[in-house]
């Protein structure tokens, strides 16, 4: 049985658009190295953002990247948006004094429940209504920084989404009573999502959902389904990682195979992807990146690149990219997506 997951198709003229996209940048600590996994050095983080102004990148507000997506209008080159999960005390103390002193907006995406019940390490309401006072945006990261793909124990579907719905509402109603004003946009915890996670964060209302699933942004991405390039780590954080992320650039697709859904089955027989513009891309470089699985040089039927598998899925949550690279600019373009057992 055929699965594919379908993206609307965006306006003739907004698709029309070509070149690079922009790319959202995730970052959450900084000059906390006993915390290496998530951290950024203070040397590493003004290095990375020197390079952004040397080399004429636009950093914008998420908000106007969004408003772009949901109006079908053209994006601009060489444009950055900065997002910071958590709202550790680092974004305070160490990251906003490097930020105000170039003068570049971002966003803060709140882990309610870190701050609401004061733990250690996390801003305080009083540090995050200072910074938005001066003009930094803060958005909503969910209450509890669960994993919203782990249904916990004892919990039928309809008891599964009310439990997901609870925390989202709760996160919402701290943000919107604490600053009086009410989140437009949704980080996903952890960057796990399934289709379930993902319908209930749309039923909140919210004008934008991001992931963590690495990728730029092109005209045609889903606003409800943003990636974001995570900076972090020993080797995530490097100045030759954070070059490599700017020049990639967006794979649009019309269907996936699998659909982003609860796994069903132990063994994928297909993974793929029907390409928008198949024509742009060197056909002899695509391919199809599976966790667990490894690359794999994809076969093409028309303009649908896929793998055929017959091996069970090593791990419960499994990325899926398909990359190749363009025939014009030699750019790595790939789109990256989830599927949770």
């Given at each position: 049985?055929?699965?594919?997951?379908?993206?609307?198709?965006?306006?003739?003229?907004?698709?029309a658009?070509?070149?690079?996209?922009?790319t959202?940048?995730i970052?959450?600590?900084?000059?906390?190295?006993?915390?290496?996994?998530?951290?950024?050095?203070?040397e590493?983080f003004?290095?990375?953002?020197a390079?952004?102004m040397m080399?004429?990148?636009?950093?914008?507000?998420?908000?106007?990247?969004?408003?772009?997506?949901?109006?079908?209008?053209?994006?601009?080159?060489?444009?950055?948006?900065?997002?910071i999960?958590?709202?550790?005390?680092s974004?305070?103390?160490?990251?906003?004094?490097?930020?105000?002193s170039?003068?570049?907006?971002?966003?803060?995406?709140?882990?309610?429940?870190?701050?609401?019940?004061?733990?250690?390490?996390?801003?305080?309401?009083?540090?995050?209504?200072e910074?938005?006072?001066a003009?930094?945006?803060?958005?909503?990261?969910?209450?509890?920084h669960?994993r919203?793909?782990d249904?916990p124990?004892?919990?039928d579907?309809?008891?599964?989404?009310?439990?997901?719905?609870?925390?989202?509402?709760?996160?919402?109603?701290?943000?919107?009573?604490?600053?009086?004003?009410?989140?437009?946009f949704?980080?996903?915890?952890?960057?796990?999502?399934?289709?379930t996670?993902?319908?209930?964060?749309?039923?909140?209302?919210?004008a934008?959902?991001?992931?963590?699933?690495?990728?730029?942004?092109?005209?045609?991405?889903?606003?409800?389904?943003?990636?974001?390039?995570?900076i972090?780590?020993?080797?995530?954080?490097t100045?030759?990682?954070?070059?490599?992320?700017?020049?990639?650039?967006?794979?649009?697709?019309?269907?996936?195979?699998?659909?982003?859904?609860?796994?069903?089955?132990?063994?994928?027989?297909r993974?793929?992807?029907?390409?928008?513009?198949?024509?742009?891309?060197?056909q002899?470089?695509?391919?199809?990146?599976?966790t667990?699985?490894?690359w794999?040089?994809?076969?093409?039927d028309?303009?649908?690149?896929?793998?055929?598998?017959d091996?069970?899925?090593?791990?419960?949550?499994?990325?899926?990219?398909v990359?190749?690279?363009?025939?014009?600019?030699?750019?790595?373009a790939?789109r990256?997506?989830m599927?949770?057992?």
């Amino acid at each position: 049985m055929l699965f594919l997951f379908f993206v609307a198709a965006p306006s003739a003229l907004f698709a029309a658009q070509k070149g690079p996209g922009v790319t959202v940048l995730i970052y959450h600590r900084f000059g906390e190295a006993r915390y290496p996994t998530t951290n950024v050095s203070e040397e590493r983080f003004r290095e990375q953002l020197a390079y952004l102004m040397m080399n004429n990148y636009q950093v914008i507000p998420l908000a106007d990247l969004v408003s772009a997506l949901e109006h079908h209008t053209p994006l601009p080159e060489k444009a950055v948006v900065i997002t910071i999960d958590d709202a550790y005390r680092s974004v305070y103390e160490v990251a906003w004094p490097i930020l105000q002193s170039f003068g570049y907006p971002f966003t803060v995406f709140v882990y309610a429940q870190g701050v609401e019940e004061k733990y250690k390490g996390f801003m305080t309401w009083e540090q995050i209504r200072e910074l938005r006072k001066a003009g930094v945006d803060f958005q909503d990261h969910s209450y509890s920084h669960s994993r919203l793909v782990d249904r916990p124990k004892g919990l039928d579907d309809a008891g599964y989404r009310s439990w997901i719905r609870n925390d989202l509402q709760k996160g919402f109603d701290i943000m919107t009573e604490r600053l009086g004003e009410k989140p437009k946009f949704f980080s996903i915890p952890y960057g796990l999502y399934d289709t379930t996670v993902l319908e209930e964060a749309k039923a909140m209302g919210y004008a934008a959902i991001l992931s963590q699933d690495p990728g730029s942004v092109s005209p045609e991405t889903d606003v409800m389904l943003i990636p974001r390039e995570p900076i972090l780590g020993n080797d995530w954080s490097t100045m030759a990682h954070f070059e490599e992320v700017l020049e990639r650039v967006d794979m649009p697709v019309t269907a996936m195979e699998p659909r982003p859904a609860p796994r069903q089955e132990k063994v994928i027989r297909r993974f793929g992807a029907a390409l928008l513009y198949p024509e742009r891309y060197k056909q002899e470089t695509l391919g199809i990146y599976v966790t667990g699985l490894g690359w794999h040089k994809a076969r093409i039927d028309g303009n649908f690149v896929f793998i055929d598998n017959d091996r069970p899925l090593p791990q419960r949550i499994t990325r899926i990219t398909v990359s190749g690279k363009e025939k014009d600019s030699g750019r790595l373009a790939f789109r990256t997506w989830m599927v949770v057992d």
